[in-house]
């Protein structure tokens, strides 16, 4: 009897969508149509194979949606999150699978009934963080609950960064996925539980509140609060944890640099109502309210630094205080400065990214404590598929094979914290390069 043929739907043809749709069209069980707005990033992408079809989407047309979910297997999601829910209700009128990398909205979470009654799972959170930062969490919670353990802390750390030897800019990043939505990051508030007591952070300080990270290798990293690290509590099931806490990984100086350049009205979405064109220079002093003509000087008084120190060596390299005019595609300050980030901190030719994940659990026996750490670090490849792109689409694409082939079963709305899809998920993922180092250690 022939293999049934899953006709896998991908909407978004972004930075991180080369790995799944490889992984989809190196299996002849699978055929692929990627979907975009740019209907030429999803022909690159396909790279001609006789297996994937390239079509021009707009998310907004929902009769054009509906038709290309009707007849798929499962879609996948890589569309911005606010786009979910739309994509969601399609999948629950045709009765597909939907997955997606992207954290459960209200708007999602709302749809939880409607897809039960529908008899399909919409998986979410099944990316790198979030996504397998859960996977290996749970695994570890289970296998201590299993050995009769309470889990007492619980620390997990994710970045994606350059690799050492991409790391030539002094802001110690580069982008390997959205940059709006690395800038979007830095205002959200935080939350989490330290000793037992709560902790809140508004996004006007996020970056104020960090502090290094030492991996077990010895590698020091930046760490500062990842939204909302209190509702993973109940998630992963740790009642009376006495500290959760989910932290974004960078290297030194990001905090303290990002912090003044929110300070001076940056990650503002309001137009700036000076055209489009006009200097860098010009643009600081307007959103700042300081002058044009002596900028470095009162930018460095106004946030007490040091006029060659790292903060303002950092914003001159980036060309916040460049005097020439210049014609911009945007006309809000973030999207100004998305643009000169672009310029600036992407990846050259042959350099490689990186992504750090690392979790540390204390846990009480009834013979003692111990401590757990558990961390992955992957490189991108040269000129090929970034670390990022990796670990964000490949955990999507093994969870789409398993939900065409009948192996998860859930359904409603999911994220990967139950064992039949974490377990199925890692050990794919073991098998493609991406696995864990892991620690047992005695405190006692």
């Known amino acids: ?57 707009d998310i907004g047309n929902e009769e054009a949606l509906q038709k290309l979910i009707n007849p798929s297997s499962v879609v996948v999601s890589l569309v911005p999150y606010t786009l979910h829910p739309t994509v969601a209700r399609a999948c629950i009128k045709a009765k597909v699978p939907l997955v997606t990398a992207s954290y459960v909205s209200p708007a999602m979470r709302d749809l939880d009934q409607a897809a039960r009654a529908a008899g399909i799972i919409l998986l979410n959170e099944i990316g790198l963080d979030p996504g397998i930062d859960h996977m290996t969490a749970m695994r570890i919670i289970h296998a201590i609950l299993a050995k009769g353990g309470t889990v007492s802390r619980f620390y997990s750390y994710c970045g994606g960064l350059p690799a050492p030897e991409a790391n030539n800019n002094p802001f110690g990043y580069k982008f ?15 939350h989490y539980l330290k000793d037992g007591e709560q902790v ?18 010895g590698e020091v990293y930046q760490t500062y609060p990842n939204r909302d690290s209190l509702s993973y509590i109940n998630t992963y099931g740790l009642d009376g944890i006495q500290t959760m806490f989910r932290g974004t990984l960078r290297n030194a100086n990001w905090c303290e640099t990002m912090d003044v350049v929110k300070k001076l009205g940056f990650l503002n979405d309001a137009e700036t109502q000076m055209g489009t064109n006009f200097s860098p220079r010009a643009l600081t002093a307007k959103i700042s309210g300081l002058s044009a003509s002596d900028l470095e000087t009162e930018v460095a008084g106004k946030f007490q630094l040091d006029e060659g120190g790292a903060e303002m060596s950092a914003l001159q390299w980036l060309g916040l205080f460049d005097a020439k005019n210049r014609q911009w595609q945007a006309q809000t300050p973030i999207d100004c400065l998305t643009e000169l980030m672009l310029e600036k901190m992407s990846y050259a030719p042959g350099e490689r990214d990186m992504v750090v994940l690392h979790h540390e659990f204390e846990a009480d026996f009834p013979d003692g404590r111990k401590k757990y750490l ?6 991108g490849i040269p000129d090929g598929h970034t670390a990022m792109a990796r670990t964000v689409t490949l955990p999507v694409g093994i969870a789409v094979k398993l939900i065409a ?40």
Request: aromatic share 6%.
């Open 374 to 379: 558990s961390t992955l670090k992957d490189f």
């Open 405 to 444: 082939g009948g192996q998860i079963t859930a359904t409603g709305v999911q994220i990967p914290v139950i064992p039949e899809i974490y377990e199925p998920v890692l050990t794919e993922l073991e098998k493609l390069g991406v696995a864990f180092d892991e620690q047992e250690i005695s405190l006692d």
């Open 176 to 190: 390997s996925w959205s940059p709006k939505g690395v800038l979007l990051a830095g205002k959200n508030d935080a």
């Open 200 to 217: 809140d952070v508004v996004g006007d300080e996020l970056f104020q509140h960090n502090w290094e990270v030492t991996l077990p290798s």
């Open 1 to 57: 009897m022939a293999e049934m043929t899953h006709q896998i739907l991908i909407l978004g043809a972004g930075l991180v969508s080369g790995p799944i749709v490889e992984l989809l069209l190196n299996d002849n069980d699978f055929r692929v149509t990627l979907a975009d707005i740019d209907v030429g990033h999803a022909e690159k992408l396909l790279k001609g194979h006789s297996h994937g079809k390239a079509v021009k989407l």
